[in-house]
């Protein structure tokens, strides 16, 4: 069995941080990619960014870009997503998701059950 569970989202106010975390635990092997998507109302889920078992990563909206920051602790297979300056627009539902080879070194994908993010103006 495979689990992923975040923390971390909250209220903030505009301009404020927030870090969120997402932690993978049970029969893993390895990690072979971790991501962050995000969802509002009246939008689909959508990708924000994600990072490698090789250590490539990357965000993906532009308006995040230079405001958010991924990275990883492999020892810990634990993803972080370091939100900066955030704005009203990114609130939302923020979801942990990762291909996971198990123990058996089979591969599969994992979703956890998301962590609410709100931006008061």
């Known amino acids: 069995q495979v689990q992923l569970v975040e923390s971390g989202g909250g209220l903030v106010q505009a301009g404020g941080s927030l870090r969120l975390s997402c932690t993978a635990s049970?029969?893993?092997?390895?990690?072979?990619?971790m991501l962050w998507y995000r969802e509002s109302p009246g939008n689909t889920r959508e990708l924000v960014a994600h990072i490698t078992r090789d250590g490539e990563s990357a965000v993906c909206i532009d308006s995040a870009k230079g405001r958010f920051t991924v990275s990883r602790d492999k020892d810990k297979n634990t993803m972080y997503l370091q939100m900066d300056n955030l704005t009203p627009a990114d609130s939302g539902v923020y979801y942990c998701s990762a291909n996971i080879k198990n123990l058996a070194l089979h591969s599969h994908d994992y979703w956890g059950r998301g962590t609410q993010v709100t931006v008061s103006s």
């Open positions: 049970g029969s893993i092997f390895c990690i072979n990619t």
